[in-house]
């Protein structure tokens, strides 16, 4: 039968653990190279020298054998940390086994360098604590921005409030109460940006608040109203007449939504051209409307090559039909990233180039 030593000597030799044989007295009689090469000894150094030298506090005597420390006895794996020549250390992992060679007991180490995996989470932690501070900071900012917002929306509002009291015209009277609502509106928005750290931890909560369907459309028609007039666009509304009008639901996002939606068709839909919002519902077997909401625009649409990319976060197509195609404006892609990725039972569901806006409502509420 061939002698395998030389093979074994071969494999060990060419391992990236360090190895060390032992005797039951606990005197090294083999290293492989890759120990030598790391702790800095030559073979002849470590022939004969205890174990003991290189992983202190790991072994100790007893009865006059070798053994582990308590701390280490039961251990399938040690963490500690093993000794150069010139008496530095570096951390390893170490597993340890036994066999019977030449009628003797030969005891193992393997010991794996955990110097740069240690060195690798040390910069991980480091990291970690970096973006912990950046989020701090950036909460900071935000909190102090919203606070500046607030300054001149509560001016703006004030002020228009007085102006109400003070006029008798009904047509000014209309504009101002179009301000006040945007103004609330935009109250609703800077009051809920704080909710941004709970919106990134998952725990944002839409809230449910009964409110009335007709009156808020009616609301945001005028409101919508005043944007297109600067552009000479035709806005037409239609409201299906089954939909409930007592709901409840979160009304300061499906006023974000529809702004998003409506402000974006407005700025890609050439001068005079035409919007049209159209309204239906479903209503489940638990008591939930779907509000199906149809936008369409006459904007140059969308290039079939960016459908797929519109999607993506802060995406916007640059390229344009060169023709009208009447429904394919390129608003979508302003939706708030949060409201994209949400499951069939939250506030919205897109399919294609409509709008899925699940609000649940009680058919207790009474006007």
């Known amino acids: 039968m061939p002698n395998k030593e030389p093979l074994f000597r071969f494999v060990l030799n060419h391992s990236q653990e360090l190895i060390i044989r032992y005797d039951s007295y606990g005197f090294i009689n083999y290293v492989n190279q890759k120990a030598m090469d790391t702790l800095g000894y030559t073979g002849e150094e470590l022939q004969g020298l205890y174990i003991g030298e290189l992983l202190k506090g790991v072994y100790c005597m007893v009865d006059n054998h070798v053994a582990f420390a308590d701390q280490y006895r039961d251990k399938e794996e040690i963490e500690t940390v093993i000794y150069r020549k010139n008496q530095t250390c570096f951390p390893v992992v170490m597993t340890s086994t036994s066999i019977i060679y030449e009628g003797e007991v030969a005891f193992f180490c393997m010991l794996m360098d955990m110097t740069n ?6 910069k991980l932690e480091e990291k970690t604590e970096q973006v912990k501070q950046s989020i701090q900071e950036r909460d900071s900012f ?15 509002k004030g002020n228009t409030e007085l102006m109400m009291e003070q006029e008798n015209d009904l047509k000014k009277l209309a504009f101002l109460k179009i301000i006040l609502d945007s103004c609330n509106t935009m109250e609703g928005i800077i009051n809920n940006i704080l909710d941004f750290a709970k919106l990134e931890a998952g725990k944002f909560q839409l809230e449910e608040k009964p409110f009335s369907f007709r009156e808020f459309m009616h609301r945001m028609e005028k409101q919508f109203q005043a944007m297109t007039m600067r552009k000479g ?19 300061l996002r499906l006023t974000q939504i529809l702004n998003n939606l409506v402000s974006n068709a407005v700025k ?9 919002l159209y309204v239906a519902s479903l209503t489940d077997k638990d008591n939930h409307t779907w509000l199906f909401i149809d936008i369409k625009d006459t904007g140059n649409g969308i290039v079939p090559e960016d459908i797929e990319r519109i999607f993506e976060r ?12 009447y429904g394919q404006s390129t608003h ?15 506030l919205l569901k897109i399919m294609q180039i409509c709008v899925l806006i699940f609000v649940p409502f009680s058919k207790t509420i009474i006007n």
Do not use: C, W
């Not at 995996?117 to 040390?122: A, F, G, L």
């Not at 802060?314 to 195609?325: A, D, L």
């Open 332 to 346: 979508f892609p302003f939706l708030p990233m949060e409201t994209r990725k949400r499951k069939p039972s939250s």
């Open 268 to 276: 890609f839909t050439p001068d005079y051209g035409k919007i049209s």
């Open 117 to 122: 995996y240690k060195e690798s989470i040390r």
């Open 142 to 156: 935000v909190a102090n921005v919203t606070h500046e917002l607030r300054t001149p929306v509560n001016g703006i």
């Open 314 to 325: 802060f995406y916007q197509s640059k390229k344009s039909i060169k023709y009208p195609v």
């Open 233 to 251: 666009l035709r806005l037409t509304m239609s409201i299906a007449q089954n939909i409930p009008d007592n709901l409840v639901g979160d009304e």
